[in-house]
């Protein structure tokens, strides 16, 4: 740990190099004369609140003097909530570059005080885009931390609920809150994340909770399946707590991650609690069931067509009469590739142009690849409803694993058949029961393995919640 001199000049012009105040504009120094003492101020220009910091130095440069420590000076003149004393010049640095005001003072020595007096630009709170309800609160998280955790300190108004502040990355020194309720949580989980999240050797969590992930997880490429589930809704996540699960704030991310996370937490939505457990249980059972179907339908109807006598009669529409131009294999990996082409070019859509152009271009480029011989209406079907259908749940991250497993099924099947759609189904299991997590103990197909049939009845089930009974 670096410390600071007992010179108070030699420790000005020693902050003066560290932060580099004469090569960046923002940063700020700021010298008060006090009698005949002095004091002086760094801070960032843009993360300081302005009024606080002007009424401290009017009151500074009121006094006649100041004391000859910096704790009697805290104690007798710094009336600000957030303060700290300290020696050591790496936290100082650290301070000062996250927004807070640090004060040298002409006779406090090798010590110096730190004033939080920051304050981030932020956007407003409001509904995540990707996780709308039809029923319940619209606010959701924003990009800064200490807003994010108090959306949760809101709806969990009890002193077990921990908020754990670490710092990560050499050069970012990005701010990660661990989050955990002390009464319900796995506490040794909880050690154990910690202790992985301090080993975290990074420059800097570039993209927020991605980069955050990749840092904890070994990940091999060719299991495509997510990791760590996350949310930007406040609610979901208070519920998650209640629930004992452990939460990651990290600042600079509107997403918070929820851990341990399982492939079935993916499938839960916030809507599904906002309406009578009759209603809501049917939207969770629909989910699945569309969802699975988003999996196999394309493979499935292709095997059909490679082996018709398995259809029985009153089935036999769903097979083509006209194949086509291509082979219905290349016309099926064809759509996969244009369904994402329409998708890329959406997403670089002015808003203003988004919808119309999408819907424009699909019903363009899907007429011409019928009239031309390129697909058949069926094959437009079936993948207009896998398109569309993949929206039944929110996570991308999920949706393109499963898109994935639809392309190798299709090709295991075209090579081998009905045996190659058997392994096929066989190899996605495999990949998704050794998906690698930070979930401890848990496993990634918790409730089904381990299995708890309550657990397990509750992600299908929507149940009316229970009131305590009298003490």
Same mark, same amino acid.
């Given at each position: @740990?670096?410390?600071?001199?007992?010179?108070?000049?030699?420790?000005?012009? &020693?902050?003066?190099?560290?932060?580099?105040?004469?090569?960046? &504009?923002?940063?700020?120094?700021?010298?008060?004369?006090?009698?005949?003492?002095?004091?002086?101020?760094?801070?960032?220009?843009?993360?300081?609140? #302005?009024?606080?910091?002007?009424?401290?130095?009017?009151? &500074?440069?009121?006094?006649?003097?100041?004391?000859?420590?910096?704790?009697?000076?805290?104690?007798?003149?710094?009336?600000?909530? /957030?303060?700290?004393?300290?020696?050591?010049?790496?936290?100082?640095?650290?301070?000062?570059?996250?927004?807070?005001?640090?004060?040298?003072?002409?006779?406090?020595?090798?010590?110096?005080?730190?004033?939080?007096?920051?304050?981030?630009?932020?956007?407003?709170?409001? /509904?995540?885009?990707?996780?709308?309800?039809?029923?319940?609160?619209?606010?959701? &998280?924003? /990009?800064?931390?200490?807003?994010?955790?108090?959306?949760?300190?809101?709806?969990?108004?009890?002193?077990?609920?921990?908020?754990?502040?670490?710092?990560? %990355?050499?050069?970012?020194?990005?701010?990660?809150?661990?989050?955990?309720?002390?009464?319900?949580? #796995?506490?040794?989980?909880?050690?154990?994340?910690?202790?992985?999240?301090?080993?975290?050797?990074?420059?800097?969590?570039?993209?927020?909770?991605?980069?955050?992930?990749?840092?904890?997880?070994?990940?091999?490429?060719?299991?495509?399946?997510?990791?760590?589930?996350?949310?930007?809704?406040?609610?979901?996540?208070?519920?998650?707590?209640?629930?004992?699960?452990? *939460?990651?704030?990290?600042?600079?991310?509107?997403?918070? @991650?929820?851990?341990?996370?399982?492939?079935?937490?993916?499938?839960?939505?916030?809507? #599904?609690?906002?309406?009578?457990? *009759?209603?809501?249980?049917?939207?969770?059972? @629909?989910?699945?069931?569309?969802?699975?179907?988003?999996?196999?339908?394309?493979?499935?109807?292709?095997?059909?067509?490679?082996?018709?006598?398995? =259809?029985?009669?009153?089935?036999?529409?769903?097979?083509?009469?006209?194949?086509?131009?291509?082979?219905?294999?290349?016309?099926?990996?064809?759509?996969?590739?244009?369904?994402?082409?329409?998708?890329? !070019?959406?997403?670089?859509?002015?808003?203003?142009?988004?919808?119309?152009?999408?819907?424009?271009? %699909?019903?363009?480029?899907?007429?011409?690849?019928?009239?031309?011989?390129?697909?058949?209406?069926?094959?437009?079907?079936?993948? !207009?409803?896998?398109?569309?259908?993949?929206?039944?749940?929110?996570?991308?991250?999920?949706?393109?694993?499963?898109?994935?497993?639809?392309?190798?099924?299709?090709?295991?099947?075209?090579?081998?058949?009905?045996?190659?759609?058997?392994?096929?189904?066989?190899?996605?299991?495999? =990949?998704? +029961?050794?998906?690698?997590?930070?979930?401890?103990?848990?496993?990634?197909?918790?409730?089904?393995?381990?299995?708890?049939?309550? +657990?397990?009845?509750?992600?299908?089930?929507?149940?009316?919640?229970? /009131?305590?009974?009298?003490?």
């Amino acid at each position: @740990m670096r410390i600071l001199s007992e010179d108070y000049s030699d420790n000005v012009r &020693f902050i003066d190099e560290t932060l580099r105040v004469d090569k960046s &504009f923002d940063v700020l120094k700021k010298k008060l004369k006090i009698g005949k003492d002095e004091l002086t101020l760094y801070y960032i220009d843009g993360f300081v609140k #302005d009024a606080v910091m002007q009424k401290l130095m009017l009151y &500074f440069v009121s006094l006649k003097g100041i004391p000859n420590t910096a704790d009697d000076f805290v104690l007798s003149h710094v009336t600000y909530v /957030e303060t700290d004393i300290t020696e050591d010049v790496d936290l100082m640095i650290q301070m000062v570059m996250s927004g807070a005001t640090l004060l040298l003072g002409s006779k406090f020595g090798k010590r110096a005080i730190i004033i939080d007096t920051r304050t981030y630009p932020a956007r407003e709170t409001q /509904e995540p885009e990707g996780d709308r309800v039809m029923r319940g609160p619209r606010d959701g &998280f924003v /990009e800064t931390l200490i807003f994010n955790t108090a959306l949760v300190r809101r709806r969990i108004r009890n002193p077990s609920l921990t908020m754990h502040y670490i710092t990560i %990355g050499r050069d970012s020194q990005t701010d990660v809150v661990i989050c955990y309720m002390a009464d319900r949580a #796995d506490l040794d989980y909880v050690e154990k994340l910690n202790k992985k999240l301090k080993k975290v050797d990074t420059d800097s969590l570039t993209v927020g909770h991605q980069s955050l992930a990749e840092c904890l997880i070994r990940t091999k490429w060719y299991n495509p399946f997510p990791k760590i589930r996350t949310t930007e809704r406040p609610d979901s996540a208070a519920a998650q707590l209640l629930e004992g699960s452990v *939460l990651i704030f990290i600042d600079n991310s509107p997403q918070v @991650m929820v851990l341990p996370s399982s492939i079935f937490d993916f499938m839960q939505e916030s809507n #599904d609690f906002y309406f009578p457990p *009759l209603t809501g249980t049917y939207i969770r059972l @629909m989910r699945h069931i569309v969802f699975l179907l988003t999996l196999i339908i394309t493979p499935l109807w292709y095997l059909c067509l490679l082996y018709p006598t398995i =259809l029985p009669e009153w089935l036999h529409f769903a097979l083509p009469t006209d194949t086509g131009q291509l082979p219905i294999i290349a016309q099926l990996l064809l759509a996969e590739f244009l369904i994402d082409a329409l998708r890329l !070019a959406s997403l670089n859509t002015p808003d203003m142009l988004n919808n119309s152009l999408s819907v424009v271009g %699909g019903l363009i480029l899907g007429d011409f690849a019928v009239e031309i011989g390129w697909l058949i209406p069926e094959v437009i079907l079936y993948m !207009a409803f896998v398109a569309i259908a993949n929206f039944t749940q929110r996570s991308y991250e999920l949706g393109y694993a499963i898109k994935f497993m639809r392309i190798l099924l299709l090709i295991v099947t075209a090579i081998f058949g009905i045996w190659g759609f058997a392994a096929g189904l066989v190899l996605i299991g495999v =990949l998704v +029961a050794t998906n690698s997590t930070v979930n401890g103990k848990r496993r990634y197909l918790y409730p089904l393995v381990p299995f708890d049939a309550k +657990a397990l009845k509750s992600l299908f089930f929507r149940v009316r919640k229970k /009131e305590p009974k009298n003490q």
